[in-house]
């Protein structure tokens, strides 16, 4: 870094990584200053059971609601977030979020079963991450079960050895456990064999030539096989086409995510849209493919 070699080295600055730091500021300001003022948004996104059609669960999404930059994505803000250990905090806030909201859904009779919160690399290296989990829990009154963490590959790979056993601590809560963004982040097979997970979710990046890409279709399989085989169930994310869908369910996928289904949504949206209307079966819109 500049700062580290001296100040004589600012001119080497580019002006592209200039602009790159002060939006990277700008940011990590913004965003203490959206902690402290609550400006942080979740949504939530339905999975919805290949079999039945219903939706089982929501994967909580979190956004920014900037006064002046409108809403704001976290591929803006979560690199930052990791990078100034700001991942901490606003994972708490997420975690516990999520709980609140999940304990007032699953108290409706249905086949709600679950609210799935990402963790990034830095918030599982973070050592009071078990103890914020187990907290939460015992402060927001919700069924461990109800609660899924979902650990890209990639992040739980930078550690494998030590991951496990943070795992471990987890199953031992009772929370639910799935490996996000499946497939890009050449896991071992013989890590995946000992993690004590439920889940793993096939990334995008394997959906969206589908059924087209012979090489997309034969990952799809092999990965659909391997997990079936080792008694994970398997969640799809980015399911945007009827022909994705008929292929996915061609392969037994167990559930299914993707803006065919719906947008990641407010909770209000969520509630109004999926747990008021009594779960129904879910019928793709047979008139347009496209979100
Ligand atoms: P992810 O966990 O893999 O989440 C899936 C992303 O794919 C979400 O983007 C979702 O909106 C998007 N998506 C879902 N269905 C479709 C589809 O059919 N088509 C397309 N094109 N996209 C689809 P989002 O919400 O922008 O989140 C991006 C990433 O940011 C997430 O990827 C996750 O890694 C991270 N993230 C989001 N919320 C949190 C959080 O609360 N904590 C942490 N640590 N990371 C988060
Ligand atoms: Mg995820
Ligand atoms: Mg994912
Ligand atoms: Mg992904």
New binding site residues.
Partial sequence: LAKERGKNNFQFYTLEMTEKSIERMKVERGLRHALAHDELRL?Y?PQICTGSGVVISA????RWQHPEWGLV???RF?NVAEETGL?VP??AW?LREACLQAKTWIENDGPFGSVA????AR?FLDTNLFQTVKRTLAETGLNPSVLEL?I?ESAIMQDPENTLQVLHQFQGLGVRLSI??FGTGYSSLTYLRRFPIQSV?ID?SFVIDLPCDEGSKTLVRAITALAHELKLSVVV????TRDQLSFLTEQKCDSL????FS??VSAEQFQQDFINSGFKTYLPNTSNDQ?
């Fill in positions: 949504h996104q994967e909580a999404l979190v994505y976290p591929d979560i991942i606003i994972g997420v919160v990402n963790v990034s918030q979902e890209t996000d963004d979710k995008r994310e980015g399911v945007e995510q993707g803006y065919m947008r990641p979100p």
